[in-house]
C-alpha cells in the first residue's frame, strides 16, 4: 500500500506571500497524483491532477509539480480565500484505488 | 452540470451497518469513462478513500476496510450506494461521495453526510 506523507502539517503565512506544501509518495507513483482544497464545512475541490495540471476554474496562482515520490503544490500569492486545508492524493490507474496523504493546513500569519 | 446528493440515516447503532445512497445528477452513470466511489472524513480529521465502483459493477475497496463495506450500484435509478457493516464509533464521520475521473481524480463531490454512530 503507498502512503502519502505531507508536510507541514501546518503552515502559516501572511496574505500575499509564497506558500510551499510538499507531498511525498512512499513509492512511485508517476505523475498520477492531485491536490485538493477543502474550506470548513465544505467538501473537497479538486485544484491539480496529474501532478502539475490545474483543474477547470482554478486560478494560475496554484501550481504543481513534481513526479515519482516527491511532489509540491504552490501558491504564489496566498488569497484571502487561500486559507484552508489541502490534501495530496495518488491514484492508481491500473487498480483504482486512492490514498490521500493527512493534510496541510494553511492559516494566516 | 454533473451533481451528487448523499442520503441516508444520520444516526446508526453500533454493530449494525450504515446505508448510504448516491444520487448522480445532470449526467449518466453508465458512462464508460468514470468511477464513483466513497470517501469518508471523521471529525476533524483527513479524507479515508472507501472505495470505488463502475457502473459495470466493477469494485475497488479499502484494504482495511474491505471485510466491512459492499458497493453496490444501481444504472436504472442512476445511482450507486454504501454498505458498511458492524459499525462502531470509529465509524463516525462525513461520507462522501464523489466522480473518479481516471488519471485526474475525484470530481465533482456530494455535499457530504453526516452519520454519526452511537446508541
Known amino acids: 500500500e503507498i502512503v502519502m506523507t505531507q508536510s507541514p502539517a501546518t503552515l502559516s503565512v501572511s496574505p500575499g506571500e509564497r506558500a510551499t506544501l510538499s507531498c511525498r509518495a512512499s513509492q512511485s507513483v508517476s505523475s498520477n497524483l492531485a491536490w485538493y482544497q477543502q474550506k470548513p464545512g465544505q467538501a473537497p475541490r479538486l485544484l491539480i491532477y496529474?501532478?502539475?495540471t490545474r483543474a477547470t476554474g482554478i486560478p494560475a496562482r496554484f501550481s504543481g509539480s513534481g513526479s515519482g515520490t516527491e511532489f509540491t503544490l504552490t501558491i504564489s500569492s496566498l488569497q484571502s480565500e487561500d486559507f484552508a486545508v489541502y490534501y495530496c492524493q495518488q491514484y492508481n490507474n491500473w487498480h483504482p484505488t486512492w490514498t490521500f496523504g493527512q493534510g496541510t493546513k494553511v492559516e494566516i500569519k | 452540470q454533473l451533481q451528487l446528493q448523499e442520503s441516508g440515516p444520520g444516526l446508526v447503532k453500533p454493530s449494525e451497518t450504515l446505508s448510504l445512497t448516491c444520487t448522480v445528477s445532470g449526467g449518466s452513470i453508465s458512462s464508460s469513462s468514470y468511477y464513483w466511489g466513497w470517501i469518508r472524513q471523521p471529525p476533524g480529521k483527513g479524507l479515508e478513500w472507501i472505495g470505488s465502483i463502475y457502473y459495470s459493477g466493477s469494485t475497488y475497496y479499502n484494504p482495511s476496510l474491505k471485510s466491512r463495506v459492499t458497493i453496490s450500484v444501481d444504472t436504472s435509478k442512476n445511482q450507486f450506494s454504501l454498505k458498511l457493516s458492524s459499525v462502531t464509533a470509529a465509524d463516525t464521520a462525513v461520507y462522501y461521495c464523489?466522480?473518479?475521473?481516471?488519471?485526474?481524480?475525484?470530481?465533482?463531490w456530494g455535499q457530504g453526510t453526516l452519520v454519526t454512530v452511537s446508541s
Open positions: 464523489a466522480r473518479l475521473i481516471a488519471a485526474v481524480g475525484l470530481d465533482p
Open positions: 496529474g501532478a502539475s
